[in-house]
């Protein structure tokens, strides 16, 4: 990691959401990281009254369209790329993206091309382009530190283990809004019903990814990539508590477990501090109030969706790619009532087997997977709505 004097400097893209706002929260109190410049898409309103109250002059707003007056003292970049040439100008020592979705990759690339360590909340880098990025980290001497809980738990779990005893690695799942449902009953629920997580508050892709269980495939991908991890050697238990973030299988048969209320506070603060722990109110675990944890087997009957991104996983190439753009895409047609909440996940694997020969080994060539996936879902998803 390049120090910049004794203080730590971040770059935060994705402030206005729900990581970025909670990572503004912990930092508050924070006297040896200071954050010298934020990024969103298209809240400005909401970019600039987080600058206000965090002394932040140095913004991106990746969107050009915009009402409200930019505050005095503040530089602000505007439009496609705003949020790299933020990064490239500061040269921060870490930067945390929380952006949503395939537009963060080029967030990630700006970060480890200029050096700058990488707090990863954007999953959706290392679902597409994991073996560039990391080869990218690795060429620029940088580290990729995970926030989401599952695989902040994986790496906290990890330290000091040596990988020949290490045999199998555990995501849990909450199971989202409707866990013990068929796909029958699950064909036709409505936008508010599959938003209505049982334990996390998000944003509304994930969510939705939540719910279909897309969003614990796409962890797959990244624990894979992550860790080195081979996809045989992955598993996921449904775990409704939300307690229990990730186990770890030894070779002697025993597991570490990782458990903490669910607060993103905790992994957010780990990874952007140091990978380290100090105590920013997060609630800690009474085991004798909560009573009983309880495990079960995903129903992949009704949840497909972690089946076809372990296929796509194994095939590699620009298959990942594929996957991530087509769910992105059925996602936004779901969110905007105009493909039922059970076409999504067919329409992703319709997508991947008709993609399935694009190459995939640049980033350029993940671009063109990108696009075609996006175009040819897009086209797709018209076509139900048509039919319906």
Not at 347 to 357: I, K
Request: charged letters at 20%; one cysteine or more; glycine letters at 10%.
């Amino acid at each position: 990691m390049c120090q910049h004097g004794f203080m730590k400097r971040i770059v935060i893209a994705g402030v206005t959401g729900s990581i970025g706002t909670q990572a503004v929260e912990v930092l508050a109190d924070n006297d040896e990281i200071a954050i010298v410049g934020m990024a969103a898409g298209a809240k400005a309103r909401e970019l600039f009254e987080l600058a206000t109250v965090a002394g932040v002059t140095e913004l991106a707003l990746a969107s050009e369209r915009f009402a409200e007056q930019v505050p005095d003292g503040v530089t602000l970049r505007v439009g496609a790329g705003s949020v790299e040439a933020l990064i490239a100008e500061l040269k921060p020592d870490l930067v945390l993206n929380a952006v949503v979705g395939y537009a963060g990759l080029s967030i990630t690339r700006a970060a480890l091309e200029n050096g700058a360590d990488l707090a990863l909340a954007n999953k959706e880098s290392l679902v597409a382009a994991g073996h560039l990025v990391k080869e990218l980290a690795a060429d620029n001497g940088c580290e990729i530190i995970p926030v989401d809980s599952e695989h902040a738990s994986l790496a906290q779990l990890l330290e000091g283990i040596p990988a020949d005893e290490i045999s199998n690695m555990t995501l849990t799942a909450s199971g989202g809004p409707f866990r013990g449902w068929t796909a029958e009953r699950m064909a036709n629920v409505t936008v508010d019903e599959a938003l209505n997580h049982p334990t996390w508050t998000m944003g509304g892709k994930i969510s939705i990814d939540s719910a279909t269980m897309m969003n614990k495939g796409l962890e797959l991908i990244e624990a894979h990539h992550l860790f080195g991890v081979r996809y045989e050697n992955l598993k996921v238990l449904v775990h409704p508590q939300s307690i229990v973030h990730a186990l770890v299988e030894l070779t002697d048969g025993m597991q570490m477990a990782h458990m903490g209320m669910p607060d993103m506070k905790a992994p957010i603060a780990w990874a952007v501090e140091g990978r380290t722990r100090r105590n920013i109110g997060v609630a800690p675990l009474d085991l004798g109030v909560i009573g009983s944890l309880t495990f079960e087997e995903p129903d992949l009957m009704a949840f497909p969706a972690l089946p076809i991104v372990i296929e796509a996983g194994t095939r590699g190439g620009s298959a990942p790619a594929v996957l991530n753009a087509a769910n992105e895409v059925a996602v936004t047609a779901f969110l905007q009532g105009r493909l039922g909440f059970g076409r999504i996940i067919p329409l992703v694997a319709v997508c991947l087997e008709q993609l399935q020969d694009m190459p995939g080994s640049t980033f350029d060539e993940l671009d063109e997977a990108d696009r075609a996936a996006r175009a040819l879902t897009a086209e797709a998803a018209s076509a139900v709505e048509v039919s319906t």
